[in-house]
C-alpha cells in the first residue's frame, strides 16, 4: 500500500482555497450590487426625468461613494455586456459618454440586444429610440411594437409614451388607458396630461384629482392647478383659505392666482 503524502493532506492548504474562492465570490458580489444599484438610480433619474443631474453629479458621487469612478464602471460593464443588467448600464454609459465618449449607435444596440433577451428596460428603451431616431433610424411601426411589450410589463416611459401614440390617433379610450395605468404607477407626466386634458375638457373633477397627486408629489403644475380650482370652485368647493395655502411656496404662476385673490 502506498504512504499517503501528508503534505497534501494538511488543513492549511485548503482552508487558503476556501479564502481565495471567498474573495473571489465577494469581489464579483460587490461588483453585481455596484451594476444593480447604478442600473437602479439610471431608471429612477429617467422616470423623473433628472438625467442631467444624475450625469453630473448622482452616479458620479455613488461610484465615488463606494471607490470606483464612471471609466471603471465602463470597463467592468463592457466586460460582462453578455448579462442583461450589464448590458443596459452600459447602453446608458454609451448614450450619454459616461466612463466613455458618447456613442448613439452602440446604445441603440445595446438597449436591442436586452430586447431580444426579454428585459422590459431594454423593451422600452429600444422603443424610444425607435420613436426618436437617437442612434437608429425612426421606426415608428417597430417603436410602437416595443412600447406595447414593454407597457405589458408595466414600464411606465413605455405606457406614457404609447398613450400619446394612441391619443394623436383620436384613439382617446386607448390612450386614457396607458395614461391612467403610468400615472398610477408614479410617472408624473401622465398625470400632468390628464390633469390638464380634463381640464381643458371642463371634467373639473377628474382635473382636480390629478392636480391632488401633483401636488402631493411636489410638482408646481398640481399646487397652481389646484389653487385654481379651489379659487373658483371647480371640481370642489370654492374655498380661498385652500387656495391660498397651496400657493406659499411662490413661483409666477402663483403670483398671478394670488393676486386675482386679492383683487377680486
Known sequence: MEKINESHTSDSEPEEINNSHTQIDSDEMDETWIV???????????KHRCLDDLCRLLLPGFLADHNCDPETLFQLVNEHEDREKYLLVLAFLHGYGIGTSINA??????????????????????????????????????????????????????????ALIYMNRY????????????????????????????????????????????????KEVGRDGLAVCHKDGLGTVKDIHRAIKCLLIPSLEASYVLYEIFNE
Not at 127 to 151: D, M, P
Not at 208 to 218: C, H, K, P, T, V
Open 171 to 218: 384613439d382617446e379610450d386607448q390612450g386614457v388607458f396607458w395614461l391612467e395605468k403610468s400615472a398610477y404607477a408614479g410617472f408624473n407626466e401622465s398625470s400632468e396630461f390628464l390633469a390638464e386634458t380634463y381640464f381643458a375638457s371642463g371634467d373639473y373633477r377628474r382635473a382636480f384629482y390629478w392636480y391632488r397627486i401633483l401636488f402631493g408629489d411636489g
Open 36 to 46: 444593480n444599484q447604478t442600473l437602479m438610480i439610471i431608471v429612477n433619474a429617467k
Open 105 to 162: 449607435t452602440k446604445a441603440f444596440e445595446c438597449y436591442f440586444k436586452s430586447a431580444e433577451l426579454g428585459d422590459p428596460i431594454g423593451m422600452q428603451e429600444t422603443g424610444y429610440c425607435l420613436h426618436k431616431s437617437i442612434g437608429t433610424r425612426h421606426n415608428k411601426v417597430q417603436a410602437e411594437f416595443w412600447y406595447k411589450k414593454a407597457a405589458a410589463k408595466d414600464m411606465e416611459l413605455a405606457q406614457y409614451e404609447l
